[in-house]
């Protein structure tokens, strides 16, 4: 065979290859260790996980072509809520030879890094890695630690109060569903302003990780006029009971997240979550390629999106005002 025509049918070849098997060559198998805050195990199982973000997250992978049972162990792990289980769960993985670990919290991120300084951490969502002392610097994390934020700072917040009181100009009193540590945070303190220049009366029906009975037996008391729910893992987590709560009550809400409002929430504003688990992937790629994670930037959110429910606004007897349904990336009828 003439050597012009050898090079002709390898090139070929190369690009006839698929893509999970051009995407690692050396045979190594690599073990990246994934672990949620609250969420259960259960739902994070299989090619295509229940949860959205560890699906997204696995699809990723599988796109850049990593695929388990091929070049990919993926020790997935959750607290499921008890959050005392951190240093267990980080333990464990490092245990298992560990080549990355990503974190979906900045108390998952912060027991990590007391746990290992050499193994490679991803933050795929945390609030303020600067301030917990995660990094001391988002463009240069430097050490084992590196990954997303999804703090878009107090005014977003605010702005979801805004869009609430746009599609609600009555409203006075809304409940502000969340943890202590919510209510105390810089964020709260945003919406607590925002609150003051609107007319709005904020009352913090508190909740644990795992427990919101309390919480929802205030908003019922107190008969509140709205919800503004925190934006926190277990929020998410908990996304369900939530807006099964609020739909029974005919309480509208805003949310921080779309997955709210496709359980049928009334609208979310706020970073799109599933952004940040595509990015962490990618990330995973690069320092399973050798790059350093010290020197790739912790990122802030790229991508916020405002979803409004028409079908929940009809049931609860709303009509959304057509300047919001106007600025929304997506309505659900």
């Known amino acids: 065979m003439r050597r012009r025509e050898f090079i002709t049918l390898l090139g070929g070849a190369v690009v006839a290859w698929p893509l999970a098997g051009r995407a690692q060559q050396t045979g190594k198998v690599y073990r990246v260790g994934l672990i949620i805050t609250t969420s259960p195990v259960s739902e994070m199982v299989g090619p295509d996980p229940i949860h959205p973000l560890v699906r997204t997250f696995v699809h990723t992978l ?10 990919l162990v993926l020790e997935r792990r959750s607290a499921e809520g008890k959050f005392e289980r951190f240093g267990e769960i980080a333990a464990d993985l490092i245990r298992h030879g560990i080549d990355v670990i990503v974190v979906s919290s900045i108390l998952v991120a912060k027991e990590m890094i007391r746990v290992t300084n050499t193994v490679p951490i991803v933050m795929a969502s945390n609030i303020d890695p600067v301030g917990a002392g995660v990094v001391t610097n988002l463009a240069r994390p430097g050490g084992n630690i590196t990954g997303f934020t999804s703090n878009a700072g107090p005014e977003i917040e605010a702005k979801r109060l805004e869009l609430l009181k746009e599609v609600l100009p009555q409203a006075s009193r809304v409940a502000f569903l969340g943890l202590k540590s919510d209510w105390e945070g810089p964020e709260a303190e945003g919406i607590r302003v925002a609150a003051r220049m609107m007319g709005v009366t904020l009352v913090h029906a508190e909740h644990t990780s795992t427990n919101y009975a309390d919480a929802f037996a205030l908003i019922t008391r107190d008969r509140a006029e709205a919800l503004f729910v925190a934006s926190q893992a277990a929020s998410y987590a908990n996304r369900q009971v939530i807006v099964d709560f609020a739909l029974e009550r005919r309480i509208p809400g805003i949310y921080p997240w779309r997955e709210f409002i496709e359980g049928g929430g009334l609208m ?7 952004d940040t688990f595509r990015r962490a992937a990618g990330y995973v ?25 028409l079908k929940t606004a009809k049931a609860l007897g709303l009509t959304i005002p057509p300047i919001v349904v106007a600025r929304a990336d997506e309505v659900i009828e």
């Open 285 to 309: 790629d690069k320092i399973l390629k050798g790059t350093a994670p010290g020197d790739l930037p912790v990122e802030q959110p790229t991508k916020f999106e405002l979803v409004i429910n």
């Open 268 to 274: 979310s504003y706020g970073v799109s979550l599933p």
């Open 62 to 71: 599988r796109a850049l072509g990593y695929v388990e049972g091929q070049n």
